[in-house]
């Protein structure tokens, strides 16, 4: 079992560095970098086995395009750097898993533009190359940005594994497991298959722990339909189930949901190993006590 880190950005709130919207987790890049390692270090010594550089935030969407073609890759290959030091500095062995992260908003695919996408994913991959033993497609809503990202990664030295990790939305339409794009599990395990992707793991984040362990369930008979054997994980978030009609991803803080303790996120877990996860963690909202809970119980 691999345990991962948890949610950055709050956990950066936590320890008191800089945090608001809408420069999220990236707005400590800018201001307290140190306090970018102190986080990984807390997820570290909560048991996390392998850590996600710090740059999620730092994308068009989050700032401006004028910004991130001034500073977007200077500040991932502060994110990476700072990332590669947590890791090569702890007593356990750690990994690095290279984010990347939506670049027009998170759970908004309609926003996903591929010609766009793919030099930003180009030089985001640069960037993080020196410090990533993983690159890591987070929250994806559509396989196209899959694609994108298998395609950006395959420029920088290709012996290091790719993940890519999807987000469902909190109320399935008409019944049915889908991506946010309406895309299925099938879809996402076709395009690896038949395009010949070389992704070694598929997950679901950044949704809510309820719809990730269907979702999950859905993936893995997607593979077994395929017969390809993939690793499978997940990592959920603690947000509201319902967010209300009004939500704008840069402009709302959500917090935790207060139900949803360290040890009754390690029963949810417990179920997604049960059906195949070997890799799971937390995302927003998760903290290195929920990361602890996992270790202690599944490591």
Not at 53 to 58: F, L, M, S, W
């Amino acid at each position: 079992m691999t345990i991962l880190d948890g949610g950055m950005g709050k956990e950066l709130r936590r320890i008191g560095a800089p945090f608001r919207q809408p420069e999220w987790s990236s707005l400590a890049l800018l201001e307290a970098p140190e306090r970018v390692v102190e986080a990984h270090r807390n997820f570290i010594q909560a048991g996390a086995r392998v850590i996600t550089t710090n740059n999620y935030a730092v994308v068009p969407y989050h700032h401006t395009p004028e910004f991130f073609d001034a500073r977007g890759l200077e500040l991932t290959t502060l994110a990476g750097r700072l990332a590669r030091t947590a890791a090569d500095t702890a007593e356990a062995d750690v990994r690095v898993a290279g984010s990347m992260p939506p670049l027009f908003g998170s759970y908004e695919p309609a926003r996903f533009d591929a010609t766009r996408a793919a030099p930003i994913y180009a030089g985001i991959a640069r960037a993080l190359d020196p410090f990533a033993d993983i690159w890591l497609g987070e929250t994806l809503s559509t396989v196209a940005e899959m694609r994108t990202i298998v395609a950006a990664v395959a420029d920088v030295r290709g012996d290091r594994p790719i993940w890519a990790s999807f987000t469902v939305p909190d109320e399935w339409t008409a019944g049915r497991i889908a991506l946010r794009s309406g895309e299925s599990m099938d879809d996402i395990v076709d395009a690896v298959v038949d395009e010949e992707m070389p992704v070694s793991a598929l997950l679901i984040n950044c949704s809510i722990p309820e719809q990730t362990g269907p979702a999950l369930v859905a993936l893995r008979s997607a593979c077994n339909r395929r017969r390809v054997e993939l690793e499978l994980g997940a990592y959920a978030n603690a947000f509201p189930t319902s967010r209300g009609g009004t939500y704008q991803a840069n402009e709302v803080i959500f917090e935790r949901r207060t139900e949803l303790t360290a040890e009754r996120y390690a029963d949810d877990v417990a179920g997604w190993i049960a059906d195949g996860a070997t890799l799971v963690g937390g995302c927003c909202d998760m903290y290195p006590d929920h990361i602890r809970a996992l270790a202690d119980r599944f490591s």
